[in-house]
């Protein structure tokens, strides 16, 4: 079964600097999705970045970009020019190709100081 | 576009009684999944219900069940209630089914069980 491990249970940022919120994940398949999302204290959980496994350029959107590394099984998330709105709980998840479920990793919980 | 939409937002209950929480797609989306979110377990997959049938499930006993409608509206039921159940329940949809359909998350059902 894939796993998903998020090392780093709270991370703490600097406003406008960048941070890095590190992810690793288990599986033996070939085909999969890599996502990231945010969930604001309202809960609502948001789409940050998605990344396919076939693909090897790291996704981009706009300020948020990911270092994929397909053999270290590694998918972290970099926050460049961090803003007080970015304060919130990022998960990192792994979906198969077939298979329809979505494994999250246990979230980071990230500070933005101002 | 609306967003997806899932009532009631906020429920209590007491143990032993039973509950349904309803979620309604992003239009033209025919796939819905839902994942219970705990502290102690963090997201976890329930099911996924495509064009009224259900595609996958998740680990949880069968207190735990939901269904389709033709109009994609989905409905997630849970018997018998226990303590344990009190979580935050969300709904997400994509277009289709599989690992490279994006899901989008609902603002979550708090379901609390007393």
């Known amino acids: 079964a894939q796993t998903v491990t998020q090392s780093q249970p709270e991370m703490s940022v600097q406003e406008a600097e960048t941070v890095t919120l590190s992810c690793t994940y288990d599986t033996s398949e070939s085909d999969y999705y890599l996502f990231w999302y945010k969930q604001p204290p309202s809960r609502q959980m948001i789409l940050v970045i998605r990344?396919?496994?076939?693909?090897?350029q790291n996704a981009t959107e706009n300020r948020f970009s990911v270092n994929f590394q397909k053999a270290a099984k590694s998918f972290s998330l970099k926050i460049s020019d961090s803003q007080l709105g970015d304060a919130a709980m990022y998960f990192c998840?792994?979906?198969?190709?077939?298979?329809?479920?979505?494994?999250f990793g246990a979230g980071t919980r990230l500070t933005v100081k101002p | 576009k609306a967003g997806v939409t899932q009532t009631p937002r906020y429920l209590i209950k007491t143990r032993g009684q039973q509950v349904t929480l309803s979620c309604s797609p992003i239009?033209?989306?025919?796939?819905v999944s839902w994942y219970q979110q705990t502290p102690g377990q963090g997201l976890q997959f329930l099911f996924e219900y495509f064009s009224e049938t259900q595609r996958n499930k998740g680990n949880f006993p069968g207190r735990f069940s939901g269904r389709q409608f033709s109009n994609s509206r989905s409905e997630m039921n849970v018997s018998t209630l226990e303590l344990g159940d009190s979580a935050l329940y969300l709904c997400?949809?994509?277009?289709?089914?599989?690992?490279?359909?994006?899901?989008?998350f609902g603002p979550g059902t708090r379901l609390t069980v007393l």
């Open positions: 998840a792994y979906r198969s190709l077939n298979n329809n479920d979505m494994r």
């Open positions: 997400a949809s994509s277009l289709g089914s599989g690992g490279a359909n994006t899901q989008y």
């Open positions: 990344q396919e496994a076939y693909k090897q």
């Open positions: 239009s033209g989306h025919r796939s």
